[in-house]
């Protein structure tokens, strides 16, 4: 178990109050890595650092706006002070926007861009210089089926978004693979937390939780947890020759065909 070992390697991660960035970053800090906590919710990030920190590693929470390139500047000259590398980076944290196409105004349009195009772009780019002097490192992105087939459902900004994410990180990992750096990114389809408002739209919308579970073959949504084993597998030595993936984590979602029926454990269609 050697090759999925971190003990002393420091990473960043965002979103980490809950969710799977909470959930990310304790798979690292289980595996023995330093950890930097990003969220702009500076109470649930403080919490995770005090929960992580009994580990007996090192767990800095930093409030930081992840759309934010001044926040974003601050964070590594943070990094830099308190440990002079970086070895892994995990951007989990971004927003999207549900609204018809045709009403999202250029202000929002901009706005989900901002915060999962161009904030994640700059934080790893940032992580990404430091990674390259250092001749390694491991960089991953949470991105989305909806990066790869439309979900509808007025989240048009949002599948653009995380198209641009794929693209980024198929870009990074064929120039920055040969110089030590992999870029890899992680592709949830539903997964529930009490955070993320997918419950909360399945309360408003109830005929959501049949049509989501009617594209999930494994016949449940995600949960938090389920990140961990792929993040911690793409951070360590595991994974030293896998770069440029995109692996979906989504029960099978984009392996079935969009007509496709749900099969139960019996092998018989199941009614959802």
């Not at 990473?11 to 023995?32: D, R």
């Not at 009403?103 to 904030?119: C, P």
């Not at 390259?132 to 048009?156: E, F, P």
Request: glycine share 12%; with cysteine; charged share 20%.
């Amino acid at each position: 178990m050697n090759m999925f070992d971190l003990t002393d390697r420091v990473a960043i991660v965002s979103g980490t109050a809950s969710g799977m960035g909470q959930a990310m970053a304790t798979a690292f800090a289980e595996a023995g890595a330093h950890l930097i906590l990003l969220d702009i919710n500076s109470a649930g990030n403080e919490e995770t650092a005090h929960t992580l920190s009994q580990l007996g590693h090192r767990a800095i929470p930093v409030t930081c706006d992840v759309s934010s390139f001044a926040d974003i500047d601050r964070l590594y000259e943070l990094v830099d002070k308190e440990f002079g590398r970086v070895d892994i980076l995990g951007n989990v944290a971004g927003n999207g926007i549900q609204k018809a196409a045709e009403d999202i105004t250029m202000e929002e349009f901009q706005w989900v861009f901002q915060s999962l195009v161009f904030g994640r772009y700059y934080n790893t780019q940032q992580a990404g210089r430091r990674m390259l002097r250092q001749g390694k490192g491991s960089i991953m992105s949470i991105g989305s089926i909806a990066g790869v087939s439309s979900l509808a459902r007025q989240q048009s900004t949002y599948g653009m978004a995380m198209a641009s994410v794929i693209h980024m990180t198929k870009e990074l990992s064929t120039e920055w693979s040969g110089r030590g750096v992999r870029v890899n990114a992680i592709l949830p389809a539903q997964v529930l937390s009490q955070t993320n408002g997918l419950l909360a739209r399945m309360e408003r919308e109830p005929h959501l939780r049949d049509t989501f579970l009617h594209g999930i073959p494994a016949g449940r949504f995600g949960r938090s947890d389920d990140i961990k084993g792929v993040a911690l597998w793409l951070a360590s030595d595991a994974a030293s020759w896998i770069t440029g993936a995109i692996i979906p984590m989504d029960g099978g979602n984009l392996g079935m065909n969009a007509g496709g029926g749900l099969l139960g454990a019996s092998g018989h269609n199941l009614k959802v």
